[in-house]
């Protein structure tokens, strides 16, 4: 199944060398050279994925990030890096963090593939929380005095 995905990079040669491969796999490609203009390209279009490289000028990749899971949570993150410092991801919680220079090509899709599957299961999992906040929910709704007159 084809899916949107949005490329960001500053280097030119790399947006193109993300892009190919992943046209070559199966999907359609919109690529941004800032994270001003990718976030542009995310509000215009609707995405699945995101490819972001971590370094960018002005906004940076972990800004984008953040911007990306507050603002549309159902897209699944790559983000890609040529710097493996350690360094926090807790905000940004990216689905696949994918070092520069790629291994091969193929590293690429795999990445976008596993970041689709990771955050599509995660999806469908609620956590402990959602549950917990469902039931009391449920529980308020059927102790509403409001609820009982009506049926």
Request: net charge neutral; hydrophobic share 50%.
């Amino acid at each position: 199944m084809t899916k949107r995905i949005v490329v960001i990079d500053d280097e030119a040669a790399v947006c193109d060398l993300i892009g190919k491969v992943l046209i070559r796999a199966g999907h359609e490609v919109l690529i941004a050279h800032s994270g001003e203009a990718g976030l542009a390209l995310l509000a215009a279009h609707e995405v699945h994925c995101l490819v972001v490289d971590k370094l960018l000028p002005q906004m940076g990749g972990l800004e984008v990030v953040a911007e990306v899971r507050r603002r549309w949570p159902s897209i699944a993150i790559v983000l890609v890096t040529a710097h493996p410092e350690p360094f926090n991801l807790e905000a940004a919680r990216p689905e696949v963090v994918l070092a520069k220079p790629f291994k091969n090509l193929a590293a690429v899709a795999d990445a976008v593939h596993e970041a689709l599957e990771t955050h599509a299961s995660a999806s469908n999992t609620k956590s402990p929380l959602t549950n917990l906040k469902e039931r009391v929910a449920a529980v308020v709704a059927e102790m509403t005095p409001g609820r009982r007159k009506r049926e």
